[in-house]
């Protein structure tokens, strides 16, 4: 359905669950999902809160088009205050569980408080229950669904879970939906696990309705995923390679962070790309890519399925990873792989699905390990410190075994979980964490692409792609081809994909869809399914309602313009090789020019004028 | 000049049997251009969507130009994306 109108509140505290009305003046001016669930959020819990305590709320969101016939339309977002980065975040996942949610009749689930035990919800249409989790607290993601699955005898029972990395405080836990979909970043599982919220579990079978112009509706899909079939991008490239495709295209451009981002360029690059998951393997001559998958309603397909070598040392007395499960997508292959220095594309596999069976983030997970592969390679940390883990760079089995710690919580794997900053932190080596805000790197070094350097430096969630993917211009030539190296025009890229990305996200889509679509292709379906008054321009406007809102909670919450920026090895150390050789991020280029284009203060702060303007 | 031409997603099958990590070692004329090697190779040219020069993007209005050097690196890949 377009809007159900209807939210769960669910009081984990007092261990209640109530309907109330969707606030639709809201929905009108933040769209869905990321903005109106952030708007809910702000309005709700004090920003400057413990993001722990039972003062943070967190918020499953659905979008007007999640659970609708528009390709992609199967979206979901965690809203929540991180604890890792202390602003706000959204974590964005596919897979079906939006798609319940909607079906059972809800737009938004919002959790307040903690409960005294753990619990689960388990919600049938209008049924909501909050049950004890005894039988599923302290087990996997994995177990924690089958156990769900025989328990209720529903294959269609979507689930939504936090492993144990969560419960044991890792602070970039995930919550994993349909076994490996994610919403990965930020430590929204970590949220999760500290109300004692084991997991969600729905069916919804109301089916789809209330959409505003049935018929304009089914004409404007038609037509967006003729678009997205008619683009090679979205219609062949993301299917056959998923975004592994860029591997090789990243580290020939000399922008692909190597071993704790000192480098730009990884000689095994080739061996953990796209490509090599294709390529037959000696051992039983199949590839490590099985098949792609699609989450809910997506017409691109971009998911991969994968299985391990079966000679590989990883499962040699573990069966249970020996079938297929999620694959190595780009930036887990990147952060588990290249930033540690790791070629064995089975290791980096094995290692992405315990990610996937415990529920963390392998970006931040692959990025403390690259971290602390450093700190080990100076002497700061010892064998002594990693309980006889040999933490050395290219090390295949020092990152699998920091995996299998990390889904657990123990031993050294404590230390990880807490991600690189208070890592390097602790080990007195603050430089060496490649952090915004606290929030690990994702796969592009911004030495090499200058405008991702901004965009790091000011996403509201910190280091993040998917808040201004500027690659898909400097690199990709979508919608048009700039310069990489050049910062001139950056400032006006960067907002423009910012608040785009936050519209495209709010509608309840997929992000890859603009890689064809732009939003004169989404604007008709939203308009055609919701109340507002829909068209391009109120989208981008729109999101940038929804980019001023998320800056004012990280305000409020304590962040500052000293938070906009980037690790000094990336303002300092120039790229050794590759064509960015001899070149930094020069983000203080660009850095005052977007504060002034996007009505902020020189300190960053939007002024009254510009709240207003948007009536933020 | 000798120059090393890659291939790679959906166009690696286009590369003779001899290459290595999606890579071969050419000998061209001096004057050739990267739109005679997208030839050469039977890429359909619409399919030559990335074109790289030593990891630098070589613009479409410039593939018809003799601006390749000895020992360049030439990349060529599909229309890819990602994220
Ligand atoms: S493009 Fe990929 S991530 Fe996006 S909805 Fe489709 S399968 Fe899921």
Redesign the interface.
């Known amino acids: 359905m377009a809007w159900t109108r209807k939210i769960l509140r669910v009081n984990l505290t007092k261990g209640t669950c109530v309907a109330e009305p969707l606030n639709m003046d809201w929905a009108t001016k933040y769209l869905g999902q990321r903005g109106l669930a952030s708007k809910y959020l702000a309005e709700e819990i004090d920003p400057a809160c413990d993001a722990l305590s039972p003062a943070n709320n967190l918020i499953m969101a659905t979008g007007p088009l999640t659970g609708t016939m528009a390709s992609t339309g199967g979206r979901y977002s965690v809203i929540t205050k991180s604890p890792l980065t202390g602003a706000i975040a959204c974590s964005n996942s596919g897979g079906f569980i939006g798609n319940e949610i909607k079906n059972a009749g809800w737009d938004m689930i919002i959790f307040e408080g903690k409960s005294p035990k753990p619990v689960y919800l388990y919600l049938e249409n209008d049924n909501a229950t909050l049950c004890s989790a005894d039988e599923i607290w302290g087990k996997s993601v994995w177990e924690t669904d089958d156990i769900l699955h025989t328990k209720y005898q529903d294959p269609l029972l979507r689930i939504a879970a936090v492993g144990r990395a969560a419960e044991q405080g890792c602070l970039y836990s995930a919550v994993v939906n349909d076994k490996h979909r994610a919403a990965g970043r930020s430590g929204v599982g970590t949220v999760m696990a500290s109300k004692n919220l084991k997991a969600v579990a729905v069916r919804g079978t109301k089916g789809v309705g209330n959409i505003r112009d049935p018929q304009a509706f089914i004409r404007a899909t038609v037509e967006g995923k003729r678009v997205l079939a008619e683009?090679?991008?979205?219609g062949?490239?993301?299917g056959?390679?998923?975004?592994?495709?860029?591997m090789?295209?990243i580290n020939?451009?000399?922008a692909m962070p190597t071993r704790n981002m000192r480098e730009v360029q990884f000689e095994g690059a080739?061996k953990i790309s796209?490509?090599a998951m294709l390529e037959p393997r000696e051992s039983d001559g199949k590839a490590n890519l099985t098949t792609n998958g699609a989450c809910f309603g997506c017409t691109i397909a971009c998911g991969r399925i994968s299985t391990i070598d079966p000679q590989h040392y990883t499962i040699a007395d573990k069966p249970q990873y020996a079938g297929n499960s999620g694959g190595l997508e780009?930036?887990a292959a990147w952060a588990l792989g290249s930033n540690t220095g790791v070629d064995d594309l089975d290791a980096l596999t094995y290692a992405n699905f315990l990610c996937n069976e415990d529920g963390y983030d392998p970006i931040s997970f692959g990025a403390t390990v690259s971290a602390a592969m450093e700190l080990f390679q100076i002497g700061a940390l010892t064998t002594k410190d990693t309980g006889g883990l040999e933490l050395k760079f290219g090390s295949a089995e020092a990152l699998t075994k920091a995996a299998e710690l990390v889904a657990i919580g123990e031993g050294f794997g404590k230390d990880l979980g807490l991600g690189s900053k208070r890592l390097c932190d602790k080990y007195g080596h603050p430089e060496l964490s490649m952090t915004v805000k606290g929030q690990e790197f994702p796969a592009y070094d911004p030495r090499g692409i200058q405008g991702m350097g901004l965009a790091y430096a000011t996403s509201n969630r910190g280091a993040c792609?998917?808040r201004g993917?500027t690659?898909?211009s400097e690199?990709?030539?979508?919608p048009v081809?700039t310069d990489?190296f050049a910062t001139e025009g950056k400032p006006e890229l960067v907002k423009a994909f910012q608040d785009a990305t936050a519209a495209v996200d709010s509608a309840g889509l997929c992000?890859?869809t603009t890689?064809a679509w732009t939003l004169e292709d989404i604007a008709p379906q939203v308009a055609a399914a919701c109340e507002g008054n829909w068209t391009a321009e109120s989208m981008v406007e729109a999101g940038e309602r929804i980019w001023n809102l998320e800056r004012k909670f990280n305000i409020d919450a304590g962040l500052t313009a000293a938070d906009d920026t980037l690790p000094e090895r990336l303002l300092k150390d120039a790229a050794k090789t590759?064509?960015a050789k001899g070149k930094v991020n020069e983000l203080g280029k660009m850095l005052p020019q977007y504060y002034q284009i996007r009505g902020w203060t020189v300190d960053g702060v939007p002024t009254a004028e510009t709240l207003a303007r948007l009536s933020v | 000049m000798k120059l090393t031409f890659?291939l790679?997603?959906?166009l690696?099958d286009l590369l003779p049997k001899e290459a290595r990590?999606?890579a071969i070692d050419i000998d061209v004329a001096d004057n050739a251009t990267a739109l005679d090697l997208i030839d050469r190779f039977r890429i359909p040219r619409k399919?030559a969507?990335?074109v790289?020069v030593?990891?630098?993007?070589l613009?479409p209005d410039e593939r018809g130009e003799a601006n390749l050097r000895d020992g360049d690196t030439i990349?060529i890949?599909?229309?890819?994306?990602?994220?």
């Not at chain 1, 683009?231 to 979205?234: D, E, I, L, R, W």
């Not at chain 2, 890949?77 to 994220?83: E, F, L, M, S």
Request: proline share 6%; net charge negative.
């Open positions: 683009n090679a991008m979205t062949e490239g993301l056959a390679l998923g975004t592994q495709a860029l090789n295209v020939e451009v000399g080739s796209g490509e780009y930036e792609h998917l993917y690659v898909s690199i990709l030539g979508v081809k990489p992000v890859f890689f590759g064509p | 890659k790679f997603a959906s690696t990590d999606h399919s969507h990335l790289l030593n990891g630098v993007y613009d990349a890949w599909p229309p890819v994306a990602g994220g």
